[in-house]
Nanobody
Framework: VQLQASGGGLVQAGGSLRLSCAASGRMFRNNAMGWFRQAPGKEREFVATISWNGARTYSAESVKGRFTISRDNAKNTLYLQMNSLKPEDTAVYYC?????????????????WGQGTQVTVSS
């Protein structure tokens, strides 16, 4: 499985961005997907996860009500809609494919990772 994240950029606080993650391979449609982020000097942290069919989603408390994860299995694409962005959301955002169908917040449950896309939110 290959994952290609895109959609990052520079945005002012309060603005919006939509990240996309294009996936190749059959695994995408049968497995959970997730978004993680890593800020400079910090560990990679969980952002949001979605089950294989999109029926279940879960987001970190820090982004609940602002970020929405979704997927289009027909297009092999994962999305992260980010609204009301804050400077503390600045990080490199990574998409990842899980080893199971059920969603997970544990990065150890993800076996394939995209290259990351930079999101910078200015105050």
């Amino acid at each position: 499985v290959q994952l290609q994240a895109s959609g990052g950029g520079l945005v002012q606080a309060g603005g919006s961005l939509r990240l996309s993650c294009a996936a190749s391979g059959r695994m995408f449609r049968n497995n959970a997907m997730g978004w993680f982020r890593q800020a400079p000097g910090k560990e990679r942290e969980f952002v949001a996860t979605i089950s294989w069919n999109g029926a279940r989603t879960y987001s970190a408390e820090s982004v609940k009500g602002r970020f929405t994860i979704s997927r289009d299995n027909a297009k092999n694409t994962l999305y992260l809609q980010m609204n009301s962005l804050k400077p503390e959301d600045t990080a490199v955002y990574y998409c990842a494919a899980g080893r199971r169908a059920a969603s997970s917040t544990d990065k150890e449950e993800y076996v394939y990772w995209g290259q990351g896309t930079q999101v910078t939110v200015s105050s």
